[in-house]
């Protein structure tokens, strides 16, 4: 990790956090979990973390593969879906 980025939060709430242990997520697919989930675009979540939009692209990819879906709504489908099933708030819902 370079010296000038900062590093990556663990995630916040106990519904990412068991969407992490659950999915077997790392650190950074996590927030950009988080990031995506809320509407973020690939180069604003990019701007945030500090990493190249290329990187971001391979975090997404490993995510939709992780949790096997093929794209942003199935995404979020998903996730709704897993804490539905595990009856954990939806604290993190952008709307």
């Given amino acids: 990790m370079s010296a000038n980025r ?3 939060e ?3 709430t106990l519904s990412w956090q068991r969407l992490q ?3 077997r997520l790392s650190i950074c697919e996590t927030a950009v979990a988080e990031m995506l989930f809320s509407g973020s675009a690939r180069k604003t ?3 945030v973390l500090q990493r190249a939009p290329g990187t ?11 949790m096997q879906v093929q794209d942003r ?23």
């Fill in 21 to 23: 242990q659950h999915f």
């Fill in 6 to 8: 900062p590093p990556v």
């Fill in 45 to 47: 979540i990019a701007f």
């Fill in 73 to 95: 709504l199935t995404f979020a489908l998903r996730v709704l879906a897993f804490w539905h099933e595990h009856h954990l708030p939806a604290e993190a819902l952008p709307f």
């Fill in 10 to 12: 663990a995630p916040t």
């Fill in 56 to 66: 971001i692209r391979v975090f997404i990819d490993r995510l939709y593969h992780k």
